[in-house]
């Protein structure tokens, strides 16, 4: 399925095109749609740059304990390779 929004609906919402994909995808990431990363894609910036358009609209990054636990494992992982 594909949504059409015209160059006229952009313009009549007052903001720019890279804005409006900013709004559509913080809508979808704060509604549980999107990941970070699919709301990164979606407007074409890192995820990074997303996690900053998510915090200037108060948006909380999904991050749960299990994220956190594999993401530890992964710096232990690469610290001890480092050592080697």
Not at 23 to 34: Q, R, V
Not at 45 to 58: C, F, N, P, V
């Amino acid at each position: 399925m594909s949504v059409v929004i015209t160059d006229e609906d952009i313009r009549r919402s007052g903001i720019s095109e890279e804005q409006f994909k900013v709004e559509i995808a913080t809508y979808l990431y704060s509604a549980n749609i999107f990941t970070l990363g699919q709301a990164a894609s979606f407007c074409s910036i890192s995820q990074s740059e997303m996690m900053e358009k998510l915090g200037s609209k108060k948006i909380p990054v999904h991050y749960t304990i299990e994220d956190l636990d594999y993401d530890f494992k992964n710096m232990v992982r690469e610290r001890d390779a480092d050592y080697k």
